[in-house]
Nanobody
Framework: QVQLLESGGGLVQPGGSLRLSCAAS????????MNWVRQAPGKGPEWVSG????????YYADSVKGRFTISRDNAKNTLYLQMNSLKPEDTALYYC???????WGQGTQVTVSS
């Protein structure tokens, strides 16, 4: 069955960096565009970034543009999100989601605080 497993979250100080990973299984990963979505406490889900099947096209929310970088390794069936210059407002549960949001992972918590 389809599984998406995020990792790499944690507590980081403002200005710090984290790299999230999403290990995919149960489907042909290279055939699907992928997304990162986050949900902050008390708020609805917010789309963060997307990437096409080959990785050559990437898309970002204005709130993270220039600070976050999405990438994928189709040989390893893994999606990544490199997050730099983190801000307290980036604190959220981060999910990877398949193209049409039909499958989501369980999420990994990112907390940005001094």
């Amino acid at each position: 069955q389809v599984q998406l497993l995020e990792s790499g979250g944690g507590l980081v100080q403002p200005g710090g960096s984290l790299r999230l990973s999403c290990a995919a299984s149960g489907f042909t990963f290279r055939s699907y565009a992928m997304n990162w979505v986050r949900q902050a406490p008390g708020k609805g889900p917010e789309w963060v970034s997307g990437i096409n099947t080959g990785g050559g096209s990437t898309y970002y929310a204005d709130s993270v543009k220039g600070r976050f970088t999405i990438s994928r390794d189709n040989a390893k069936n893994t999606l990544y999100l490199q997050m730099n210059s983190l801000k307290p407002e980036d604190t959220a549960l981060y999910y990877c989601a398949r193209y049409l949001y039909d499958y989501w992972g369980q999420g990994t918590q990112v907390t940005v605080s001094s």
